[in-house]
């Protein structure tokens, strides 16, 4: 069971908003900046979202991260079949004094 | 352009050992945290360790403390992972990523197979 719970799998259709949701703690997402990554298959991860809601240089504003409280969330909204991809939330855990991944979640464009 | 090119991999026997290389460039290495985060196989991102900037300050997830070191030579823009005692359960890619904004750039990982 992953420190930050995230939906295994979800799915959408070409042009459609989609959204994952990262569930974490007082001690992770609740006191440290939220991170989302993107990985093809046989790639390495790609940095989607930084410091909650801010989109390196290159990456589309079709993809946006939110946080609230102990929960964060990204969402990709007009989605590409290119868009088919693992995502995966981290976040600071103070507690731990290390690093924490969501579970990941497989995205299926229809 | 920032590049991270990792080394070291390789198929080992259970409880031997292992050291992984993380060469950089196209940045000032001395100016940043760096992580190993590994994925075994079919599996989601595990981070393994992180290393401050002048080696002050070292952070390891639990199920590889006393078994695997964190290391760096800022002269040689080089991180290292030395791995002691690996177990089957360390089998994996293992990348290194830049860290002061976690993961904003990763290499294209090693593979570490523990396996007799």
């Known amino acids: 069971q992953s420190v930050l719970p995230q939906p295994p799998s979800t799915s959408g259709t070409p042009g459609q908003r989609v959204t994952i949701s990262c569930s974490g703690s007082s001690s992770n997402i609740g006191s440290s900046y939220v991170y989302w990554y993107q990985q093809l298959p046989g790639t390495a991860p790609k940095l989607l979202i930084y410091r909650n809601n801010q989109r390196p240089s290159g990456v589309p504003d079709r993809f946006s991260g939110s946080k609230s409280g102990t929960s964060a969330s990204l969402a990709i909204s007009g989605l590409r079949s290119e868009d088919e991809a693992d995502y995966y939330c981290?976040?600071?855990?103070?507690?731990?004094?290390?690093?924490?991944f969501g579970g990941g979640t497989k995205l299926t464009v229809l | 352009e920032v590049q991270l090119v990792e080394s070291g991999g390789g198929l080992v026997q259970p409880g031997g050992s292992l050291r992984l290389s993380c060469v950089a460039s196209g940045f000032t290495f001395s100016n940043y945290w760096m992580s190993w985060v590994r994925q075994a196989p079919g599996k989601g991102l595990e981070w393994v360790a992180n290393m401050k900037q002048d080696g002050s300050e070292k952070n390891y997830v639990d199920s590889v403390k006393g078994r695997f070191t964190i290391s760096r030579d800022n002269a040689q823009n080089s991180l290292y992972l030395q791995m002691n005692s690996l177990r089957a359960e360390d089998t994996a890619v293992y990348y290194c990523?830049?860290?002061?904004?976690?993961?904003?750039?990763w290499g294209q990982g090693t593979l570490v197979t523990v396996s007799s």
């Open positions: 990523a830049r860290d002061n904004d976690f993961g904003d750039y």
């Open positions: 981290a976040a600071w855990d103070d507690s731990l004094s290390g690093w924490v």
